[in-house]
């Protein structure tokens, strides 16, 4: 079993920034893709960045320029550091993964996703 768990959600007024953390933990032989999302209410969920396992990334036009994402391989954690909310920034965040793992016919990979932590930037 693979479990996703985040951390660094919270309130910020608009202009500030937040940095979010994803630790990735259980039966994982290697983790190819990670990302970030965001789902605002009453919207679809929607990415807002991503990293491979070699560190290219990829964002969102909406984040560009604001917001940096990277990874600690050895830690199975990914971080989204975010500056320059917006109140359009808020929804709740979460973390996906693309994990490697074992299962009886050899290895298989599976995605992964956290529960979510909420950003709600103030203006």
């Known amino acids: 079993q693979v479990q996703l768990v985040e951390f660094g959600g919270g309130l910020v007024q608009a202009g500030g920034s937040l940095r979010l953390s994803c630790v990735a933990s259980?039966?994982?032989?290697?983790?190819?893709?990670m990302g970030w999302y965001r789902q605002a209410p009453g919207k679809q969920r929607e990415l807002v960045a991503a990293?491979?396992?070699?560190?290219?990334?990829n964002y969102a036009d909406f984040v560009k320029g604001r917001s940096t994402i990277s990874r600690d391989n050895a830690k199975n954690t990914v971080y989204l550091q975010m500056n320059s909310l917006k109140p359009e920034d808020t929804a709740v965040y979460y973390c996906?993964?693309?994990?490697?793992?074992?299962?009886?016919?050899?290895?298989?990979?599976?995605?992964?996703w956290g529960q979510g932590t909420q950003v709600t930037v103030s203006s």
């Open positions: 996906n993964a693309k994990v490697i793992v074992r299962v009886p016919t050899g290895l298989g990979q599976y995605d992964y």
């Open positions: 259980g039966s994982i032989l290697s983790i190819n893709d």
């Open positions: 990293i491979t396992a070699s560190g290219s990334t």
